[in-house]
């Protein structure tokens, strides 16, 4: 069950009603948030529903509904898959940047926090570069060991998100390097894509 920890609204396409005009006036999803290529499509519903908070609309929730949603990631691959859907990321930050600081990445205690296994993927792929070659040029060998404890510490931490599904265990090294691929990726996409709005606007 998901639970808000705070009363930011929550727009996921599965619990979400919109009046008609309200929905016109913010020109619906952002085509953009699909990637034909790669078929990856993600961030759709936040960037509506931060397009609505910009436009003024005002955002209800009912307590007494109860909204069931289908188990995700189910398939062997589906931790890769989730990974590579964060191609989409920067985008959001670039049209919504106050909003995306806010509520995606979360400021807490002086400091910016992700989702816990997104951090955890990008110091994943960091400490394990740095601890190959730490090892490989024989120098700072213990910190190359350290470094290398840290990338297996933080890929526990993505484990955790499938509940340590042994059955996953296999494609969860994977997991860090797509997801940092994606975040550069995405990064040249939302350069290409504001640049275009910005001359056709």
């Known amino acids: 069950m998901h639970r808000q920890r705070d009363d930011a609204p929550l727009y996921l396409?599965?619990?979400?009603?919109?009046?008609?005009?309200?929905?016109a006036k913010a020109g619906g999803y952002c085509e953009d948030f699909f990637d034909p290529g790669t078929r990856v499509y993600f961030r759709e519903d936040s960037d509506f529903g931060f397009t609505?908070?910009?436009l003024g609309a005002r955002?209800?929730?009912?307590?007494?509904l109860r909204v069931e949603h289908p188990v995700?990631?189910?398939r062997f691959w589906d931790p890769v898959r989730w990974a590579r859907r964060h191609l989409m990321d920067p985008l959001l930050a670039a049209r919504h940047p106050q909003r995306?600081?806010?509520?995606?990445?979360v400021p807490r205690a002086?400091?910016?926090?992700?989702?816990?296994?997104?951090?955890?993927?990008?110091?994943?792929?960091r400490g394990r570069d740095v601890g190959v070659r730490g090892v490989v040029a024989a120098r700072a060998f213990v910190l190359g060991g350290e470094l290398g404890l840290v990338a297996?510490?933080?890929?526990?931490?993505?484990?955790?998100?499938?509940?340590?599904?042994p059955r996953r265990l296999a494609v969860l090294p994977l997991v860090p390097i797509m997801l940092v691929v994606s975040?550069?990726?995405?990064?040249?996409?939302?350069?290409?894509i504001m640049r275009r709005a910005a001359r056709s606007g």
Request: charged share 30%; glycine share 4%.
């Open 13 to 23: 396409p599965t619990n979400l009603f919109v009046r008609r005009d309200v929905y």
């Open 52 to 54: 609505l908070e910009a």
């Open 59 to 64: 955002v209800v929730s009912d307590p007494a």
């Open 72 to 74: 995700e990631h189910q």
């Open 100 to 105: 995306f600081r806010d509520r995606i990445e």
């Open 110 to 125: 002086g400091a910016v926090h992700r989702a816990p296994a997104d951090r955890a993927a990008v110091a994943g792929v």
């Open 152 to 165: 297996l510490l933080t890929l526990a931490m993505i484990w955790a998100k499938w509940r340590f599904d």
């Open 183 to 192: 975040l550069v990726q995405g990064r040249r996409r939302a350069d290409r």
